[in-house]
């Protein structure tokens, strides 16, 4: 049934009789928007398409009265998308490709970071031809939609979370025609050294040459350094003003009761540390009987992620412990007491709060700590790093029999770390972001 009216309601938009689809998607954008723009009426309007993470940021942002903010779900765009572009190039890497050096290219800097290769493209070069002609039908459909629908709405900018997700690409392209700006929040902002080498390296490639980004927000100093030598926008035009959803953060700091114990789970390939996650599951696994009162969380990224931690039987879950893809963020920072992880943005963004925080570093190959966020040299008293596998056990049990309490110490290298990675303190990143989007 769903594949039935999927394939009437492409036909109806290859047919261009897409009225009626049109005005229901407006009708239900109006409802999930109602309040920004009910209550800013008049204001320069910004159209964002959602991310679960972005949409955190999203609600920072949609508080300043200057601007009004209307998020747009992203599966409109890959549905739209799936209509006209070839499934094998529906992808953030393929879409860009247009040789095989690109695929080389992406091995030899994506690949490394994931820890593994791209597929091959069976009959590349006629393919890439083919889908040179689909860009250019799903580009003229979307003039079509915003000469039909969207030029009567005054669109001031369009802000994405990535500067290269595919199913946006001709949709940017046909706004930045109509005088729109592209911005973009970049949320691979932060990572270890050689991540954010590898980045540049990546984004360096001619691929990506006539991406249509008119400005790029990164969340720290360090992340500036991955459009340094960009052919699609110049670095002038690259902002560092700390990530939006922190704004929110200061609330949730002083927390007295909180129960949870948090691991972010860093078992793929691309964060190095596969062993030592395996390691640290079979500690908290043991605690987790040990002390039935805490809450112990172990969060993924994806079903898959869950599904895969799941089959390896290294940890079951039970009462107080328990796996998950969807735990929201904000219960996460809200009563976490403590919290385990590696090389993810949520590790720097939970160091501005009060709880305890551990990140396993042992098993790191030949002591490399160009691919961990957080080196020993940034922790020299040991206090968030945990570079031995024996210390692990005694550090957890520490701190789930402590009182919330952290020493100027502590405090000062939390900071050195994350100034490392996010440039603003002040909680007022969404209002630096706003003024650049407006100036």
């Not at 047919?15 to 009426?41: A, T």
């Not at 993470?53 to 949609?62: G, I, K, W």
């Not at 991540?195 to 991406?211: C, N, V």
Request: hydrophobic share 35%; glycine share 2%.
């Amino acid at each position: 049934m769903k594949k039935r009216i999927k394939n009437v309601l492409k036909n109806l938009i290859l047919q261009k009789k897409d009225k009626f689809l049109f005005y229901i998607i407006f009708f239900y954008i109006f409802i999930k928007n109602f309040p920004q723009i009910i209550f800013k009426i008049g204001k320069p309007l910004i159209i964002g398409i959602d991310r679960p993470r972005f949409n955190l940021d999203a609600v920072e942002l949609r508080k300043n009265k200057n601007a009004k903010l209307i998020v747009i779900s992203r599966k409109l765009f890959y549905f739209l998308g799936d209509i006209f572009i070839s499934h094998e190039f529906q992808f953030q890497s393929s879409y860009h490709f247009r040789n095989n050096s690109d695929i080389n290219h992406w091995n030899e800097t994506i690949g490394v970071i994931h820890g593994k290769n791209h597929e091959n493209i069976v009959n590349f070069e006629n393919k890439i031809e083919i889908l040179k002609i689909e860009k250019r039908e799903l580009e003229d459909y979307y003039t079509y939609v915003y000469k039909k629908y969207l030029y009567r709405y005054n669109i001031h900018s369009i802000l994405l979370s990535n500067v290269d997700y595919w199913e946006v690409q001709e949709f940017t392209k046909v706004l930045s025609k109509n005088n729109v700006s592209i911005c973009a929040l970049y949320r691979e902002s932060i990572g270890s050294p050689n991540q954010l080498h590898l980045l540049r390296k990546y984004y360096s490639s001619t691929a990506f040459e006539k991406l249509n980004i008119d400005k790029v927000f990164v969340f720290g100093e360090n992340a500036l350094t991955v459009f340094g030598s960009t052919l699609f926008i110049d670095r002038s035009s690259v902002y560092s003003v700390g990530i939006p959803r922190i704004d929110a953060y200061d609330k949730y700091r002083n927390k007295k009761t909180a129960n949870l114990i948090t691991f972010f789970d860093f078992s793929l390939p691309s964060y190095k540390l596969i062993n030592t996650s395996d390691q640290a599951l079979e500690i908290i696994n043991s605690l987790s009987e040990k002390y039935p009162k805490f809450k112990f969380l172990v969060k993924t990224k994806t079903k898959s992620d869950k599904d895969r931690l799941i089959s390896k039987k290294i940890i079951k879950e039970k009462n107080n412990l328990f796996i998950s893809h969807d735990y929201k963020f904000s219960r996460i920072i809200q009563n976490s007491k403590i919290i385990i992880g590696t090389n993810t943005t949520s590790v720097i963004e939970t160091l501005f709060l009060d709880s305890f925080f551990i990140y396993p570093s042992w098993n790191v190959s030949n002591g490399d700590n160009q691919n961990l966020i957080v080196g020993p040299e940034l922790d020299p008293k040991k206090y968030i790093v945990c570079p031995q596998k024996d210390d692990f056990e005694e550090m957890l049990e520490r701190y789930i029999n402590s009182e919330f309490s952290l020493s100027e110490s502590e405090k000062s290298i939390r900071q050195k770390i994350v100034s490392r990675n996010i440039t603003d303190f002040s909680f007022t990143s969404s209002e630096k972001c706003i003024e650049i989007i407006l100036s």
